[in-house]
T-cell receptor, first 110, second 114 residues
Framework: DAKTTQPTSMDCAEGRAANLPCNHS???????VYWYRQIHSQGPQYIIH???NNETNEMASLIITEDRKSSTLILPHATLRDTAVYYC???????????FGKGTRLSVIA | DTGVSQDPRHKITKRGQNVTFRCDPI?????LYWYRQTLGQGPEFLTY????????KSRLLSDRFSAERPKGSFSTLEIQRTEQGDSAMYLC????????????FGPGTRLLVL
């Protein structure tokens, strides 16, 4: 079973920052937080991952709380093409399958 | 660098027929995963390979399912005697093993069993 809890759906205005929360209160010290997204009828797309430090790449920023029990994925300037289901996944360091929950359906509205 | 490719993208078959799907991973990725996704659900793990060795199989992988990766490059997933419940999106992902292994997914094969 997935070890994360995410809201079922969220809306965001185009051009605004989209902040997607994820709770992982039972996370272990050696478990990473991964984010993927899935645009309708496509395969999941890797976004970002982190262990305990905040991470940023060209797609998004990942903010992990100090106790590591929750995290937030930030899309700084959401566009219509960011409309997708976003999955937050907790897994031990490499070598394990991904366990997906139902994710958050983000709708970016013009 | 080309991504993960899957073939075919869509397959319609009649119940009882056999189907085979192919996945070509990103070159030099030594790990290859198969997942299945039904409508409204997240992907579920089926099996994975490291090079040509099949290292783990999910309980979802019934006896009618078989996967191979004969030379450690492309992989095939065969479903024998298909059932309507096999209708789903079959996803392939590849990665290079390591502490911060990241899996990259293909576009998927959508199977409809009539």
């Amino acid at each position: 079973d997935a070890k994360t809890t995410q809201p079922t759906s969220m809306d965001c205005a185009e051009g605004r920052a989209a902040n997607l929360p994820c709770n992982h209160s039972t996370i272990s010290g050696n478990e990473y937080v991964y984010w993927y997204r899935q645009i309708h009828s496509q395969g999941p797309q890797y976004i970002i991952h982190g262990l305990k430090n905040n991470e940023t790449n060209e797609m998004a920023s990942l903010i992990i709380t100090e106790d590591r029990k929750s995290s937030t994925l930030i899309l700084p300037h959401a566009t219509l093409r960011d409309t997708a289901v976003y999955y937050c996944i907790v897994r031990v360091s490499g070598n394990t399958p991904l366990v997906f929950g139902k994710g958050t359906r983000l709708s970016v509205i013009a | 660098d080309t991504g993960v490719s899957q073939d075919p993208r869509h397959k319609i078959t009649k119940r009882g027929q056999n189907v085979t799907f192919r996945c070509d991973p990103i070159s030099e990725h030594n790990r290859l995963y198969w997942y299945r996704q039904t409508l409204g659900q997240g992907p579920e793990f089926l099996t994975y390979f490291q090079n040509e060795a099949q290292l783990e199989k999910s309980r979802l992988l019934s006896d009618r399912f078989s996967a191979e990766r004969p030379k450690g490059s492309f992989s095939t997933l065969e479903i024998q005697r298909t059932e309507q419940g096999d209708s789903a999106m079959y996803l392939c992902a590849s990665s290079y093993s390591g502490i911060q292994e990241t899996q990259y997914f293909g576009p998927g094969t959508r199977l409809l069993v009539l």
